[in-house]
C-alpha cells in the first residue's frame, strides 16, 4: 500500500508524452487511496518552495485533455539537489507527511532522486522514491527505449521524410541539425524517413563518432555527385577527437545549465558552420541548413500511439511498484518481443545520471549511417503515424529527335 | 474542348497540397479526353529540354497516394524565362502539339505565364495558359488566400503551440523566426496557437511593418515583465525603416536566386541576432531562437483538410476553364461565406508578378500583433487539425505557514 501522501513532479526538458505519465501515476494513486496526490510545480524547486497543487481535485475528464496535451503540465526544473537543498527537500515533505515521490525525468532527474534516496538514509526519512522515465534523448540506461524518444523520432522522420521530397523538387546540399547531446538516437531516427533507395538523409552523423570537417566535406561531395543532391542529418552534440563539440569551436562564449551542460539548442550556429564550409569547399550553390531546435521536443499533435502508451503505463507501474516492492527504484521498459515490452523496477544506481549511448551495432562502419538493425529497433516505436509517399510512376516521354542537344 | 496536348508544370516552393492540384488537373484533363497530358519536370526548365513525362499512364491509385505526398511531384525549378527562353519554350511546344499549359505556381510563377501569354501573341503560337495558384506565403492578389498556406499556417501554429506549453514548463524567452519575405500572413498564423489569455505568442512582427531592434528589446522587456516568459513570432523579412532586411544586417555576403531575392530561409543568422541582442540588453538568461526553415513547408502529416479540398479543386478547375471560358488567367479563390468559397478565372496581369501583403485591418496598432480580424480570417483555413490543449486545474495546496520565506 502506499503510505502517507504522494507527490509526483516533473523534471528536465518537456516531451510529448510527459503528461500520460503525470496522469497514468495520478489516477492510480488515487485508485490506491494514497492520503493525498500532490503535485510539485516545477520540480524539486516547487518542493523547497512549497508550490503544490492538489491533484485529488483533478477530474478524470481534465487529467484525460491534460494527458495528450505536450510538455511538463507541472512545469519543469534543471535545478540539481545538492546537500543542503535536499536538507530543504526533507524538511517540507515532513511537514507535508509526504513518503513517496514520484519523479517523472531523465538521467538527471534520477540523479537527482538518487542523491534524495542517499541524504534520506542519512537523516533517517522514510521516503520512498521511484523514477519514471522520459526523454527524448532516449539514453536512459537499462531500458529498451524511453517514453517520449519515440513521438521525438516521429517528428524527425516526418521532418526528413518531407525535406527529402523538397530537396528532390528542388535539388541541393541540406544539412538538418537534430537535438542529442551525447546520444545519437534521435538523429539517427531520420534514417526512418527514407522509402525510396535513393531517398534522404544520405549522411547521418552522431555524437558517438569523432567528427573531422574535411571528411564531412567530401562525403557530401562523393552523395552529391551519386545522387544529385545530399540531405545530412547531423546531431548537435557532433564533436571532434579530442571531444570538444563542434558547436563550441564557433565561439568561446558557450552558455551551461545547472548541470554544467553546454547550450547547444537554441542557436542556429553549428547549421550555419556546417553549410558554410560545404559552400566554400564543393562549389554547390543551393545549400541549405536548419536546426529543428525545440520543435522536435513539443510540436503539438505529433505523437506516436505506442509512445503515449508507455508514457502512461511508467505512471501506473510506477504507483504499483511504489506500493507493492518495498523498495526504491526506477520503472524500466524491457523489448519482450517485436514488437512488445514489459515494465520493471530497477535499482536507481543503475540508471542515475548514467547515459546510455547508440551500440556500434547500430552504426555503420562508415561512421556516417545507421545500420538495418537501428531501422529494425527504432521502427515499431513510431508506428503507423509515419505515412508512406509516393512518386508519380509516369514514364518519361521519348524524345526522337531531341530540340536541344 | 481541350486542343491539343496538355502540360503541366510545378514552380517555385513546394508546398503540402501541391500535388492535390496536380492530380486534379490530371485527373480533369482525362475526363475531358485531352489528346495528352503531359508533366513537365522542373517546370519550364523541363519544357526547354524535353524532360516529359506521360501522366495519361499513370494509374488512380498511384495519383491518390501522390496526392496526398508533399512537395512538387513533377520536381520545380527557380528558372524565370525571358525571351529567348520564350522562344525555346514556344519551339517545344509546337513540337509536340501542346496547346494549353497549366503552370502551378505562385506569383514568380504567375508571371512566367503572363510572359509567355505575351510572347506567344507575338509569335503567333496559339497557347492556352492557366495558373494554379500555391504558396506557402499567401501572397497571391485578388484571392483570399492561396493553397498551401493554410496547411503551412498550421504547421506554425502547432509549433507556437507546443512552444508554448514547453515555454511555460521552463519560463524564458523564445523567437521563432517563420518564412515570408514580404507577407507576414504565414508569421501571423502563429496567432492561432494561442487558447489561455496568457498564452503565446506574446509578441508578433510582420514584414509590413518597419522592424526596430531598440523597440523590440522594450517590446520584450514588458512582456517578459507581465508574463514572466516571452514567445516571439518573426518574419525572415523583417526590415529597417529603410527597408533593408534586419537578416541583411549582418552580413554583406548574401546570396540571391534567378528572381534577385536574398536567401533568407536556409540559415539560422536572424534568430541568432535577435536572441544576442535580448540576451545582452535584458540580462534575461533563458533566451532560445530557432528558425523554422523548411519544415514549415514541407513537413509530412501536417495537412489541412479544407487546403487539401481546394488545392484539389483549383487544380480541377482550371483545366474546365481551359476547356469552357476561351481565354488565359489565373484560377481564383474567393470567400462567400463563413466558410464557404467560389472559384474564378482571374486576368493573369491582375495576379502576375504582384505582392499581397497584409491589409491594415490585419495588423494590431502597436505594429507587434494581429487584429481578431486576421484571426477570424484565418481560423477557418486551418480546420480541426489544430487541436485543444489542457492545463491541470488542480488548485494550490494552501500552505499557512510556510517553512520559507
Keep these: 500500500?502506499?503510505?502517507?501522501?504522494?507527490?509526483?513532479?516533473?523534471?528536465?526538458?518537456?516531451?510529448?508524452?510527459?503528461?500520460q505519465s503525470l496522469v497514468g501515476a495520478v489516477q492510480e494513486a488515487r485508485r490506491w487511496k494514497a492520503d493525498g496526490v500532490y503535485g510539485?510545480?516545477?520540480?524539486?524547486?516547487?518542493?523547497?518552495?512549497?508550490?503544490?497543487?492538489?491533484?485529488?481535485q483533478e477530474s478524470d475528464v481534465n487529467l484525460e485533455q491534460v494527458a495528450t496535451s505536450?510538455?511538463?503540465?507541472?512545469?519543469?526544473?534543471?535545478?540539481?539537489?545538492?546537500?543542503a537543498y535536499c536538507q530543504e527537500i526533507f524538511r517540507v515533505l515532513k511537514t507535508h507527511d509526504i513518503k513517496t515521490f514520484f519523479y517523472i525525468?531523465?538521467?538527471?532527474?534520477s540523479d537527482t532522486l538518487r542523491i534524495l534516496v542517499d541524504e534520506g538514509q542519512k537523516v533517517n526519512y522514510g521516503l520512498r522514491c521511484i523514477h519514471i522515465p522520459k526523454t527524448i534523448d532516449n539514453d536512459l540506461m537499462i531500458s529498451d527505449h524511453t517514453p517520449g524518444f519515440p513521438s521525438a523520432a516521429l517528428f524527425v522522420a516526418r521532418a526528413f521524410a518531407g525535406i527529402n521530397m523538397d530537396n528532390r523538387a528542388l535539388p541541393g546540399v541540406y544539412v538538418g541539425v537534430v537535438m542529442g547531446r551525447h546520444a545519437g538516437f534521435l538523429t539517427a531516427a531520420s534514417a526512418l524517413a527514407r522509402q525510396f533507395d535513393d531517398d534522404g538523409p544520405h549522411l547521418i552523423y552522431l555524437p558517438e563518432r569523432n567528427f573531422d570537417l574535411d571528411n564531412f566535406v567530401n562525403d557530401v561531395k562523393s552523395a552529391y555527385h551519386k545522387y544529385g543532391r545530399c540531405i545530412?542529418?547531423?546531431s548537435e552534440g557532433i564533436h571532434n577527437q579530442r571531444g570538444v563539440p563542434i558547436s563550441n569551436t564557433i565561439s568561446n562564449d558557450v552558455e551551461r545549465d545547472a548541470h554544467g551542460n553546454v547550450q547547444l539548442s537554441g542557436t542556429g550556429a553549428l547549421a550555419d558552420l556546417l553549410t558554410d564550409a560545404i559552400k566554400s569547399s564543393t562549389g554547390i550553390k543551393r545549400v541549405r541548413g536548419d536546426t529543428f531546435g525545440y520543435?522536435?521536443?513539443?510540436?503539438?499533435?505529433?505523437?506516436?500511439?505506442i509512445d503515449q502508451l508507455e508514457a502512461?503505463?511508467?505512471?501506473?507501474?510506477?504507483?504499483?511498484?511504489?506500493?507493492?516492492?518495498?523498495r526504491d527504484g526506477a520503472i524500466t521498459i524491457h523489448r519482450?518481443?517485436?514488437?512488445?515490452?514489459?515494465?520493471?523496477?530497477?535499482?536507481?544506481?543503475d540508471v542515475a545520471g548514467k547515459t546510455k549511448l547508440m551500440g556500434d551495432s547500430f552504426i555503420a562502419e562508415s561512421g556516417a549511417d545507421v545500420t538495418p538493425a537501428f531501422i529494425q529497433y527504432c521502427r515499431p516505436l513510431v508506428g503507423d503515424e509515419l505515412p508512406a509517399v509516393a512518386r508519380l510512376q509516369a514514364p518519361a516521354v521519348q524524345i526522337e529527335e531531341p530540340l536541344c542537344l
Tied chains: 1, 2.
Design 1 to 19: 500500500m502506499l503510505h502517507g501522501k504522494v507527490l509526483i513532479a516533473q523534471g528536465g526538458g518537456p516531451t510529448a508524452v510527459i503528461n
Design 40 to 56: 510539485a510545480m516545477h520540480g524539486v524547486s516547487g518542493i523547497i518552495n512549497e508550490k503544490f497543487v492538489d491533484l485529488a
Design 70 to 83: 505536450p510538455c511538463s503540465a507541472l512545469g519543469s526544473t534543471r535545478d540539481k539537489p545538492d546537500l
Design 105 to 109: 525525468g531523465g538521467n538527471d532527474s
Design 232 to 234: 545530412i542529418a547531423v
Design 295 to 305: 520543435l522536435q521536443r513539443s510540436f503539438l499533435g505529433c505523437v506516436s500511439k
Design 312 to 326: 502512461r503505463e511508467v505512471g501506473i507501474k510506477a504507483v504499483q511498484f511504489a506500493a507493492n516492492a518495498g
Design 336 to 349: 519482450v518481443g517485436d514488437y512488445a515490452v514489459d515494465y520493471r523496477l530497477t535499482e536507481l544506481r
